[in-house]
Each structure stands twice: as C-alpha cells, then as structure tokens.
C-alpha cells in the first residue's frame, strides 16, 4: 500500500503545472553550505514531500498506524523517516533527525504536527533549527481544482492536470542558546508566516 501511494503520488503530481512564489528563498537556502529544514502546515504534505522528493532528505512521521503508511510512502519517494510525536518518541526523534543531518542537505515535517490542531505551529522544528543550526525555509502550497479530504487537517491533494503553487518564505535562523521566550517567539512568528505563505498561494492559484 505505501509503494503504490507513493507511485500514484508521483504518477499525479506529474500531470501538473506548478509555478512558484518566492523561489529566490529556497535558492538562497540551496546555495549555502549548511542543511535546511523546511516547514510545512500538514494539509501540504502530499505536494510538498513529492517536489523534495528523491534528494537523500530526512523527516519525521507519527508512530501510529497511520504513520506506519505514511512512513512507507516517504520512503517511496526517497526520505528517510523517523517516527516520533509530541506524546510519544518526539524527543528521540529530533535527537536521530540532528544526528543524521551530517549525511544530508536537511529535510522536514509538518510544524502543527500529526494530529494538530491545524495550522497552530507547535515547537517541534524551532527546537530542532535551534539545536541543530540549521535555518528554517517556511513552505505552503495551493492547487486549483484539488481534493480536500475530511480529516483535521483538511490535507490538499492535487487533481490531475491542475495547477499548484509553490510558495517559500524567507529563512527563518536561531540560535542556540534563546530563551524559552524567545523560542515561543519564534514558533508563533513561524505560523504567521505559513498562514500568509497559504494565503499568497491560495490567491495566485485562483488568480
């Protein structure tokens, strides 16, 4: 089931015609010698895994039996998956997502996590940008027509032959060693900027 996910995904999002926003940033993360991590609001996971697709990267996916597919599905299409959420193995999945950076450009996950709530950016990826040095390029995306599925995210898949827009963010870096203030800080200011992201791209693809 995962393979075949991960071959229709390809198979799908092949068909489509995506343009982009913002492509300066992710050009300005790709030309700097250091990993990147990018961040994603849930309901993008389908699109945005497939354009990172086949490039060595890592990610973090829930230990349940949904994650089991979706971990599956990542690998099909050339991550490496760690499993972990907030309740359960979080914390040693950042720790295994830091260690394998040396061997990597970077990678990513969803920043409100497995189960959300939607669009309410939790710490997870601060934490790790922080920890492991790494700045982090806030993603969204938008597909005109597309599928929305009824779960608590509200995932976006793609028709075939629709248009998708990209949209990528400024680097968001920090350093080791801020307060917990400041991290807070940092997770609210990264949701903000996805929310916009969505709504940029949300605007241009019905444009």
């Not at 799908?12 to 992710?26: S, V």
């Not at 949904?66 to 972990?84: C, H, I, S, W």
């Not at 914390?91 to 394998?100: D, G, N, V």
């Not at 982090?136 to 599925?149: F, G, H, K, T």
Request: hydrophobic share 45%.
């Amino acid at each position: 089931m995962p393979a075949a996910a991960a071959a229709a995904l390809r198979l799908l999002h092949g068909t489509c015609r995506f343009t982009f926003i913002g492509m300066e940033y992710l050009e300005s993360a790709l030309s700097e010698n250091n990993t990147v991590i990018a961040a994603f609001w849930h309901f993008a996971f389908p699109a945005v895994v497939y354009y990172f697709r086949d490039h060595n990267l890592l990610t973090i996916v829930s230990p349940s039996k949904d994650g089991e597919v979706a971990a599956g599905l990542v690998k099909g299409l050339g991550y490496t998956p760690f499993r972990g959420s907030p309740g359960k193995g979080g914390a040693k999945a950042l720790r295994q997502f830091i260690s394998a950076l040396d061997r990597c450009r970077g990678g990513g996950f969803p920043v409100d996590g497995s189960q959300g709530p939607a669009r309410i950016a939790q710490k997870g990826i601060p934490v790790l940008a922080m920890h492991a040095r790494s700045p982090i390029l806030p993603v969204s995306m938008a597909a005109n027509p597309c599928w929305r599925l009824r779960s608590w995210d509200r995932t976006v898949i793609a028709k075939p032959f629709s248009r998708v827009v990209m949209a990528f963010g400024p680097l968001m870096r920090i350093e080791r060693g801020v307060s917990h203030e400041q991290l807070e800080e940092y997770r609210i200011g990264l949701g903000r900027r996805l929310n916009a992201l969505s709504d940029l791209a949300e605007k241009a693809v019905l444009a």
